[in-house]
């Protein structure tokens, strides 16, 4: 990329480092349909003030603030440790920057985003030069942490200016709230032009539009707002429109009676078939995240009042269901064991009628007595017991899991250690499929074999969650385990996307060098620990109004 920009990178850098935060109610949201939102916000107060609170329960199980960086930059503009951090600068952090800035895509001399990876050794570039909303995400949180919260803002606004295109695959036309997976930005160098184009599936592998990039931005809005303490973006009308058009289009009623979001094969991360099909668990936590992102952003006027009072209803019918009916333990894995089956009225204790004869084998030996999860998948007849980590991570962050289920989440990573982390973090996904059920389920996908890419391979991009949930877990000693075993070989492999192997020992078969993200996550969860207090863009208080589900056995008999 040129670095030889009319935008000026390091007129941004002048930012102070700890971020600042408006005292929006981030919990307990069904209060506000009972009173508008107060007009005069705070803006500069520091997240010094109220880092306590953002930690939620992680500080009241013994993470040390006193690891915790005052902030200082280093010569590289990068965040650096006092002597007396626990962090020595690692060489990893400067390279890390480095590469990010080089993926820099500009249009009309301002960065609006990220390239997804600037590997020169592969022979194919597919879309790996275009800027996607998912991929973008851990790269606009580092710049938000390193105070350089221009570039997130012309990213917001590009990508919602990309929204109001019309969307069509082949003669069908999308939904008007989708926002595109990605986009490029073509130069014309004779006519000294820029023109963004867009993608909203009609170009991806598969012909799929994204379910969850509509959710990311309004995360992402979330955190930019969270972090310059600036509400007046959000409160833009084309940002209130853009949030209620991608909310109306996940809100509509239909024929399905549950309150998750029915969606199809390969719309989210996991964008090949990989059978998530229908309610998956990444969708789902996303989903929730959104809402709830969206209920401290929307204002209280007529069209946002509406918005707001379907977003509570779906909020408390969501969480009751995924708590009641995703979540996993050793006690509900024995009682699915016992279910009976074709029970029929509202007495029903298998609501979905699930045989248990189709319990997968690994799952009873995979189950600690200690810990939990929330499970891939649930619908009729059928529970995906596969672990996904984006899915469990999120709620975590959303507070969509109880503090409870966090606690028993965390249990599970460390229990089953070498099976979701292994030699290089992060699995995304557990276990792999294999033989005749690969063949079905991925259509023979020769990317996807396993242990491989998305079934069963080891993701980079992952740690920054992890990191996030293990200081809001209390648990900072997981997190840095795992960046230590990133920082043992990521940078010398060549900041691959994903690895291979179930021990995550091997460079993706297919893994495009300099991946963007990997390089982005990293620095995300080494300024996150490093700064603890940088958690409240990315995490949410439990709400006190929700009466936490734990078990649907209470009323389970022989």
Not at 242 to 253: H, K, N, V
Not at 336 to 357: C, G, L, M, Q
């Amino acid at each position: 990329m040129d670095g030889n920009k009319d935008y000026n990178l390091s007129s941004l850098r002048s930012v102070n480092s700890h971020c600042s935060a408006s005292e929006i109610d981030d919990y307990d949201f069904s209060k506000l349909l009972d009173k508008p939102r107060p007009l005069n916000i705070e803006r500069k107060r520091s997240f010094d003030e109220r880092s306590l609170s953002e930690l939620s329960i992680g500080l009241s199980r013994g993470l040390d603030l006193e690891t915790c960086s005052p902030g200082a930059r280093s010569a590289f503009d990068t965040p650096a440790s006092s002597a007396r951090n626990s962090f020595e600068p690692h060489p990893m952090v400067s390279e890390a920057w480095d590469a990010l800035r080089r993926s820099l895509v500009f249009f009309r001399g301002q960065p609006v985003g990220t390239i997804a990876a600037y590997d020169h050794q592969s022979e194919e570039v597919l879309n790996y030069d275009q800027v996607f909303v998912r991929d973008f995400v851990p790269s606009a949180l580092a710049f938000l942490m390193n105070g350089e919260p221009e570039i997130v803002k012309n990213f917001l606004l590009k990508t919602l200016h990309l929204q109001g295109w019309e969307k069509r695959i082949d003669r069908f036309k999308l939904g008007e709230g989708a926002m595109p997976a990605s986009f490029k930005v073509l130069h014309d160098p004779i006519r000294k032009t820029d023109t963004l184009i867009a993608d909203f599936g009609e170009s991806a592998i598969g012909r799929v539009a994204p379910v969850d990039s509509g959710f990311w931005w309004i995360i992402l809005l979330r955190a930019y707002t969270k972090s310059t303490g600036d509400m007046s973006l959000a409160e833009t009308d084309e940002c209130q429109k853009g949030m209620r058009l991608i909310l109306a289009l996940c809100l509509s009623e239909g024929f399905d009676t549950f309150p998750t979001l029915l969606c199809a094969d390969g719309c989210s991360m996991i964008d090949r078939r990989m059978g998530i099909y229908g309610y998956p668990i990444e969708i789902q936590a996303l989903f929730f995240m959104a809402l709830r992102c969206a209920l401290t952003l929307l204002k209280h006027d007529a069209e946002g009042k509406e918005m707001v009072e379907r977003i509570v209803k779906r909020l408390h019918a969501l969480s009751f269901h995924m708590r009641s009916y995703f979540w996993l333990d050793f006690q509900q894995l024995n009682d699915i064991y016992r279910y009976k089956t074709e029970e029929y009225s509202h007495t029903a204790v298998n609501k979905f009628n699930v045989i248990p004869d189709s319990i997968p084998e690994w799952v009873f030996d995979f189950m600690p007595t200690r810990g939990g999860y929330f499970i891939g998948n649930v619908s009729p007849a059928r529970m995906d017991f596969r672990w996904f980590v984006l899915g469990n991570c999120v709620a975590i962050l959303s507070s969509l899991a109880t503090p409870e289920q966090s606690m028993a989440i965390m249990d599970l990573i460390e229990e089953r250690w070498e099976e979701l982390v292994g030699e290089m973090p992060l699995k995304i996904c557990y276990p792999a499929i294999e033989s005749h059920e690969w063949r079905i389920v991925t259509g023979c996908d020769p990317k996807n074999t396993r242990w491989s890419y998305h079934n069963g391979g080891s993701w980079p991009v992952l740690l920054w969650m992890l990191t996030a949930a293990c200081i809001k877990t209390g648990r900072p000693q997981i997190a840095r385990r795992a960046i230590d075993l990133t920082e043992s070989r990521m940078a010398k492999d060549g900041w691959p996307e994903y690895y291979d192997g179930k021990l995550g020992r091997y460079v993706g078969k297919q893994a495009r060098k300099m991946q963007t993200w990997s390089i982005a996550g990293y620095l995300v969860a080494k300024m996150m620990l490093e700064d603890p207090s940088h958690l409240g863009m990315v995490s949410l208080e439990e709400d006190k109004q929700m009466k936490p589900v734990l078990k649907r056995s209470s009323s389970w008999t022989c």
